[in-house]
């Protein structure tokens, strides 16, 4: 044998060796890369991946489109609504982070400052929020994520529609109807952009759902907890008690014909499990300060409109007749715009006329499921059971939970245009003659179904445009650049309007008596040293100066922090930001160091860098020895360490899961060949 002629039997040398499964005849160079790693660079390779890739880029630069006027990132152009302001300030845990590090463990820019971790108004913690705030800064911040939840809820029709195996036209169509839905634009009155963000992310969690309940995989399943988690940090609250109306209908996946367990339901404890860790970072500070929580409630729902009156705001775009009262609502589009059009309706009735037996779990779920949240909007199981459990009736906007129902519909509408798409339809026949024949054309009659469907798009991102607009807000960034405290004393815009909140934090102000949707129980806000009005005159204050129509008075005798003993205020100097604050204090009389923050359990307190014990009350106070002394108080919690370790746990545990073998199992409901 020549020295370099091969054996006979020597196996064949494959060019892309590394990427390709290892056969029984490869050398012991075939297995230098994990299997997993080989499998995700063979389905790089995939024609369907790429398809899938370009789908949702065309999703992306839909929900770009839209949200095209909020895309302006000068500092003056807000999006219109007098709200948006206000929405930003839990960003700003991600400013004091980068500023002073665990100081962002308190929020200490609003009403005497709380634990930042468990905020249940804001989504903070929520991953996409937290880069983006990081990166530009929370105004930035909130600008960006209506164009990205805008995408999310698109990607989470599309994935509902590939999981039910519905061709591209259909997947595609559902991605951009979903994006331009008046249950996310139409939102943006106020602007909503907290809502928004929950519905895409409760969205998602849907979409989860639906894909673990028709493959069993246990990568659904890891999916299905990452998306929950992330459904349970993105605030509010409305869109995860309407999502949790869809839990029981997993039976519908879960059991079979004889109503036995499939294995199935393994998976979704498994999702379940995964979804409770990796949120474990705000589920375990917000438990524990949940009895300090305060809110106001309506035991009535005044706000809930009939339910038979629901399902027109699907159809309704009509914009002066949304701030009417008519049909049992309030005059406030928000909480009930819905707008979708007609030709979801027409496609979801042709879907139930052609659906086949085998997809009756998913279109069972979806259509079940969009039901509950149209029930649970109309408020009637929270009039019975508010009864039984009065603490329901802090779920005062009822109506918002109806927009969970949206991507059902456009579910069912998706799915009634792909059975349609697979009708025979009649071929339309051109015929022309040349000068060297007869030539003819053929012409599919189903591309006649694209005109309905473009223009309903057409119809719904105008309405859906019609409320993302913006406004100039350097009136008001003028006036606050000249509210001035000579340490960190509290500041009191005028009425405690929405929009000076972010205004305010900017300029690293500590505001009171601002609106907040809900109050620390029991608390009292610090009272301001400096306070704006717009008019009238205040007798208690020392009137500064007036700037676009807002009256600015000084309380000379309000301070952060001061030593009181004995009738005797000597009054100190404070620095520092959010849970980090010291306060330096002149030589004087011993007594009680009063500083006006909110006082928990997990602050510390030093004296000049000595330990020293807290003492009782709704504010931080020490005692202060005679003579001039630093100092120093922080918020170092144990809830945020225990719910950070559990969330490592959780994302441990994640990509364990992941790495496994995804083989689905067996009794899964495969309803869609």
Request: charge should be positive; charged fraction near 15%; hydrophobic fraction near 50%.
């Amino acid at each position: 044998m020549e020295r370099n002629e091969l054996p006979a039997k020597a196996p064949e040398i494959h060019r892309n060796r590394f990427l390709r499964a290892p056969s029984p005849g490869d050398g012991p160079q075939e297995s230098r890369l994990p299997r997993w790693l080989v499998r995700a660079a063979q389905s790089l390779r995939s024609p369907r991946r790429w398809g899938a890739v370009v789908e949702l880029a065309v999703i992306l630069g839909w929900a770009v489109w839209l949200a095209r006027p909020y895309l302006n990132f000068d500092p003056a152009v807000w999006p219109s609504g007098r709200e948006f302001g206000f929405q930003l300030q839990s960003h700003y845990l991600w400013t004091w982070l980068r500023e002073c590090g665990l100081c962002a463990l308190w929020n200490g820019g609003v009403n005497g400052g709380f634990p930042a971790f468990a905020e249940t108004y804001g989504a903070p913690l929520h991953p996409l929020v937290a880069l983006t705030a990081l990166i530009w800064g929370p105004l930035t911040s909130g600008k960006l994520m209506v164009a990205v939840s805008f995408f999310l809820a698109g990607a989470a029709q599309w994935w509902i529609a590939r999981s039910m195996r519905l061709g591209w036209a259909a997947r595609l169509w559902a991605g951009l109807a979903a994006i331009v839905g008046g249950h996310l634009a139409g939102r943006l009155e106020l602007p909503g952009i907290l809502v928004v963000i929950s519905t895409a992310s409760t969205s998602l969690a849907l979409a989860a759902m639906v894909d673990l309940g028709l493959t069993g995989r246990r990568r659904s399943a890891v999916l299905l907890g990452v998306m929950g988690a992330l459904a349970v940090v993105s605030g509010q609250g409305y869109l995860q008690v309407a999502l949790l109306g869809w839990a029981p209908l997993l039976l519908l996946f879960i059991l079979d014909e004889r109503l036995r367990a499939r294995p199935v339901w393994r998976e979704y404890a498994v999702g379940l499990g995964l979804a409770l860790l990796l949120a474990g970072i705000f589920l375990v500070p917000t438990v524990r300060f949940l009895p300090e929580f305060g809110k106001d409630g309506d035991a009535l729902f005044g706000a809930a409109q009939p339910l038979e009156y629901i399902p027109l705001n699907l159809v309704i775009r009509d914009i002066d007749f949304m701030k009417s009262e008519i049909l049992g609502k309030l005059g406030f589009p928000h909480l009930y715009n819905l707008y979708v059009g007609w030709v979801p309706i027409a496609l979801g009735a042709l879907g139930l006329l052609l659906a086949r037996r085998t997809d009756w779990r998913p279109l069972a779920f979806i259509i079940v499921g969009s039901l509950v949240s149209i029930l649970l909007a109309s408020a009637l199981p929270f009039r019975w059971l508010v009864q039984h459990i009065p603490a329901l009736a802090l779920i005062r906007h009822t109506p918002l939970m109806a927009g969970l129902a949206v991507p059902g519909v456009l579910a069912v509408a998706a799915y009634g245009l792909d059975r349609t798409l697979a009708l025979s339809f009649p071929q339309l026949s051109l015929r022309f003659r040349q000068a060297e024949g007869e030539r003819a054309v053929s012409l599919n009659t189903a591309w006649l179904i694209a005109i309905p469907l473009v223009l309903g798009l057409r119809t719904s991102f105008l309405h859906g445009r019609s409320w993302v607009q913006t406004s100039n807000v350097q009136n008001i960034q003028a006036v606050a650049t000249r509210w001035s405290t000579p340490s960190l004393e509290w500041v009191q815009p005028p009425w405690g309007e929405h929009g000076w909140v972010e205004v305010g934090m900017e300029q690293s102000l500590k505001l009171s008596s601002v609106w907040f949707p809900w109050r620390w129980e029991g608390r009292e806000v610090p009272a301001p040293r400096i306070e704006a009005t717009r008019g009238g005159i205040l007798e208690a204050g020392t009137y500064q100066w007036s700037a676009d129509g807002v009256d600015t008075y000084l309380h000379e005798n309000r301070h952060y922090a001061s030593i009181q003993s004995s009738g005797e205020v000597v009054a100190c100097t404070a620095t520092g930001a959010a849970g980090d604050i010291t306060v330096r204090c002149p030589d004087g009389p011993g007594g009680q160091l009063i500083v006006e923050e909110n006082s928990w359990n997990g602050w510390r307190a030093w004296v000049d860098g000595e330990r020293v014990e807290l003492l009782e009350g709704d504010r931080l106070r020490v005692s202060a020895p005679a003579g001039a002394h630093e100092f120093r108080f922080r918020y170092l919690p144990w809830d945020v360490p225990v719910g950070l370790l559990i969330t490592i746990s959780g994302v441990i545990l994640g990509l364990w899961l992941w790495a496994k073998d995804e083989t689905p199992r067996a009794g899964v409901a495969q309803s869609v060949p």
